[in-house]
């Protein structure tokens, strides 16, 4: 089993819909996570750093489920321009961080 | 401010042969990572180093794979002998500091390799 697992995908949408990533992890140690989002043929960027209590960045929400060890990401109001694969990274306290294989989201016109 | 700076973008080269790969991380960064992308899956932490010294080398290949950060700023990563199956894009990453749970990681552009 993989340490750190994520929905396949693709997900394909239309404008404007709202649309959800999750993501398990293994390790009860992690300590920190994140969400990154990878542009085709780019580098990793950070999107969003999840906290215990969520949290939102405009129309970006991060939840975190210990004691059922995922995370998950929430897109509102999609736009084309979300378009990408979605990286979930699971932080131990050692600073050891994995990476989920990402999940690949096509917002249609 | 500077970002981490990779080179060269882009190497193919044969099966068997050798290549290096350089990074320059962001100024004043401890940490040093190196990820393997292969095409379609995340990137795979090949080896972490904590100013000149290796946090975390456990899944580096180490018969043909080795790496260093000399005066713990810039690093080489090098392959010797290539094999097909090393095709993927080499990221390196940089962070503040090892430990502080919440740093982000900064990421360069990335190496191409393609081995034929």
């Known amino acids: 089993r993989k340490e750190v697992e994520q929905d396949p995908g693709p997900f394909n949408v239309p404008e404007g819909a709202t649309v959800a990533f999750n993501c398990t992890y293994s390790?009860?140690?992690?300590?920190?996570f994140f969400w990154y989002r990878q542009d085709c043929r780019k580098e990793p960027k950070l999107l969003m750093s999840?906290?215990?209590s969520g949290n939102e960045d405009g129309r970006f929400t991060a939840q975190l489920n210990r004691a059922s060890q995922y995370i998950s990401l929430l897109i509102r109001d999609s736009k084309l321009s979300d378009s990408a694969t979605y990286l979930c990274?699971?932080?131990?306290?050692?600073?050891?961080?994995?990476f989920g294989d990402g999940t690949t989201l096509t917002v249609k016109p | 401010e500077a970002g981490v700076a990779q080179s060269p973008r882009y190497k193919i080269i044969e099966k068997r042969q050798s290549v290096a790969f350089w990074c320059n991380p962001i100024?004043?960064?401890?940490?040093l990572y190196w990820y393997q992308q292969i095409l379609g899956q995340g990137p795979k932490l090949l080896i972490q180093?904590?100013?000149?010294?290796?946090?975390?080398d456990s899944q580096l290949p180490k018969d043909r794979f080795s790496a260093e950060r000399l005066k713990g700023v810039d690093s080489t990563l090098k392959i010797q002998p290539a094999k097909l199956e090393d095709s993927a894009v080499y990221l390196c990453?940089?962070?503040?500091?090892?430990?502080?749970?919440?740093?982000?990681?900064?990421f360069g552009q990335g190496t191409r390799l393609t081995v034929v």
């Open positions: 990274v699971v932080k131990t306290n050692a600073g050891k961080s994995t």
């Open positions: 990453a940089s962070s503040l500091v090892l430990g502080a749970l919440d740093t982000e990681a900064f």
């Open positions: 999840v906290y215990s």
């Open positions: 180093f904590q100013n000149n010294g290796v946090v975390d």
């Open positions: 390790n009860s140690a992690s300590q920190s």
């Open positions: 100024s004043g960064h401890a940490t």
